[in-house]
């Protein structure tokens, strides 16, 4: 895909930048940074607390979130790592019992 200037608002301010992602993943991340902004999808949010602070915190949040979920994932890898293992060893344990049967 080729890249193109993607542009949206967040506590009306405009942000701009060129990227070759699919509109559709462009919507859904702008939604997530929305949602954890609490910001509305149409009208922007009025707070005291500077757009930048929000932004970075909203980017914690999402960083903490990936960071759990890769935890998660990498231990689910090893779990299933093991059990691919033992899955294999139950094969040919079951394979030998089955020629011993056989003959």
Known sequence: MEERLISF???????SFYSDVPDDEVQEAVSIL??????????????????????????????????????DFDEFYAERKKYKGSNELISALIGRVSAALNK
């Open 9 to 15: 608002t967040l506590y009306g301010q405009e942000f």
């Open 34 to 71: 929305r949602q954890e902004l609490d910001e509305p999808e149409e009208v922007g949010s009025t707070t005291t607390v500077p757009s930048s602070t929000l932004l970075v915190l909203a980017c914690l949040r999402i960083a903490a979130r990936h960071v759990s979920l890769k935890r």
